[in-house]
């Protein structure tokens, strides 16, 4: 991919991945988190459930060393739940978006879920329904609307406004 490389990511990343999701939340919009959000807690709970249980990524740049993006999901919880990968986020950095990082993080993520677990029969997300970019971009990579959460997250600006559920399923004929 050019200017970067995506690899599984380590404990030693969360500083890094820290810093991303900083400069990703400080665009309104950005992430469902603002950047004062963005702890150490934070980063550090979803890094190790992720590496525990599901798929992270970063995306470093080659030149710089820099982590300017990540993507991870990780398994709910109850055994019910195994065959879910849920929590499903991804931050690229503002000045590398627009570049196809994202897209492909998505595809790395989803090989690595196709090839290397196959326990994993779905994927999921949720994005803000205003999104209709990133919506329109999941649905490209396979993943289909499954609902509407009515006024469930706080609209950029004022208001709130609906939440969209979504889901990549494995084939299972």
Do not use: C
Request: hydrophobic letters at 40%.
């Amino acid at each position: 991919m050019g200017n970067y490389t995506i690899n599984p990511a380590t404990v030693e990343d969360r500083q890094g991945v820290k810093n991303l999701y900083f400069a990703v939340a400080l665009i309104e919009g950005g992430l469902a988190r603002t950047a004062d959000e963005i702890t150490d807690d934070y980063v550090s709970n979803f890094v190790e459930k992720s590496l525990k249980s599901g798929i992270i990524l970063i995306a470093r740049h080659s030149e710089s060393g820099q982590i300017v993006g990540e993507i991870h999901a990780y398994a709910l919880g109850p055994k019910a739940f195994a065959h879910v990968l849920g929590e499903l986020t991804i931050a690229v950095h503002p000045e590398h978006q627009g570049q196809k990082l994202g897209k492909a993080l998505f595809t790395e993520l989803l090989r690595l879920v196709f090839e290397t677990r196959k326990d994993i029969l779905r994927v999921e997300l949720i994005a803000r329904e205003s999104n209709k970019k990133a919506i329109e971009f999941y649905q490209k990579l396979g993943f289909k609307i499954e609902g509407r959460f009515v006024d469930r997250i706080q609209s950029v600006g004022d208001g709130v406004e609906a939440d969209i559920p979504m889901a990549w399923r494995r084939a299972t004929d």
